[in-house]
């Protein structure tokens, strides 16, 4: 499952909490990354976030999640991307700020890719029955009204 999140809230709770909430942060979207893409991505989110603690494999470590993150785009057909390389400098010069910002950024444009509402959590599963989207009023799961530009129901997360 995506979650929006408002990269600004990030930075302001990285700031009060002392740098403890970008590290859940991180291995949270990390974690999110893995359970989008499992099939097409293998790597360890708990390996992603214990790099934070070494020199230099950190750096490398911020590199590989925005490099997954344009991964993960592309494997969805997400025409918005990142660029890996400038993630990592931002990522060296102006620590926590603007990397978070990208990397926030980039997984809520995915989101937004995917169709989701401005809603937190939605698991992503098949529908049962394909339809399309620009004909249906109601979910075939729950039977709730669709909005016809959204991909996903606004109360089960079923895809349309």
Request: glycine share 4%; charged share 15%; proline share 5%.
């Amino acid at each position: 499952m995506l979650k929006k999140r408002s990269p600004f809230a990030v930075i302001f709770f990285t700031l009060i909490t002392f740098g403890i909430y970008w590290l859940y942060w991180y291995y949270s979207i990390n974690k999110e990354i893995h359970e989008h893409t499992s099939e097409k991505m293998n790597f360890s989110p708990a390996m992603a976030l214990l790099a934070q603690f070494i020199p230099i494999a950190n750096f490398v470590s911020h590199y590989n999640t925005a490099k997954r993150i344009k991964t993960m785009k592309n494997i969805c057909g997400d025409p918005d991307t990142i660029e890996p390389l400038a993630a990592i400098l931002f990522s060296i010069f102006l620590p926590f700020g603007i990397y978070t910002y990208i990397i926030q950024s980039g997984m809520n444009n995915h989101c937004y890719h995917h169709g989701i509402p401005n809603k937190n959590t939605y698991v992503f599963r098949e529908a049962s029955i394909p339809v399309r989207a620009s004909t249906a009023k109601f979910c075939v799961n729950c039977g709730q009204s669709i909005k016809s530009d959204y991909r996903f129901c606004d109360s089960c997360g079923e895809k349309i």
